[in-house]
Nanobody, 124 residues
Framework: QVQLVESGGGLVQAGGSLRLSCAAS????????VAWFRQAPGKEREFVVA????????YYTDSAKGRFTISRDNAKNTVYLQMNSLKPEDTAVYYC?????????????????WGQGTQVTVSS
C-alpha cells in the first residue's frame, strides 16, 4: 500500500511560482514512478509530468516544458513539482499518482495510487 498526500497549492498571480509536494508512505518509494496530473473545472484529468523510480528520469508534456520541474527526494519519500511562470490556464486541482504495479511502460502508467489533490489557482 502506498499513501500519497499533496500539499503546496494555493492562490498566486500570473507569472508567479508554487512548489507542490507529494509525500509518500511505503518502504519501496525509491523504485516507484510518480506523476503529476491536473484537472481543471469542466475538463478531463490531464497528465502533466512524470519522474521514474531509481534513475529519476523525467518526462514533461508540452504544457509543462520550460516552466515546471519535477524532482524527488527519496530520503524524504517526497516528489516535488516546481511551477514557475504560472498562467491562469494552469488553474486546476493537481494530483500526484504512483505507478506501483509497474504493469505498463513508463511514463504511461497505469498509475494505481492517487493523492487527494491540491488546488492551484492562478489569477490574471
Amino acid at each position: 500500500q502506498v499513501q500519497l498526500v499533496e500539499s503546496g497549492g494555493g492562490l498566486v498571480q500570473a507569472g508567479g511560482s508554487l512548489r507542490l509536494s507529494c509525500a509518500a508512505s511505503g518502504p519501496t518509494f525509491t523504485r516507484i514512478a510518480v506523476a503529476w496530473f491536473r484537472q481543471a473545472p469542466g475538463k478531463e484529468r490531464e497528465f502533466v509530468v512524470a519522474i521514474s523510480g531509481i534513475s529519476g528520469r523525467t518526462y514533461y508534456t508540452d504544457s509543462a516544458k520550460g516552466r515546471f520541474t519535477i524532482s524527488r527526494d527519496n530520503a524524504k519519500n517526497t516528489v516535488y513539482l516546481q511551477m514557475n511562470s504560472l498562467k491562469p490556464e494552469d488553474t486546476a486541482v493537481y494530483y500526484c499518482a504512483a505507478d506501483v504495479s509497474r504493469a505498463g511502460t513508463w511514463p504511461g502508467g497505469p498509475y494505481d495510487y492517487w493523492g487527494q489533490g491540491t488546488q492551484v489557482t492562478v489569477s490574471s
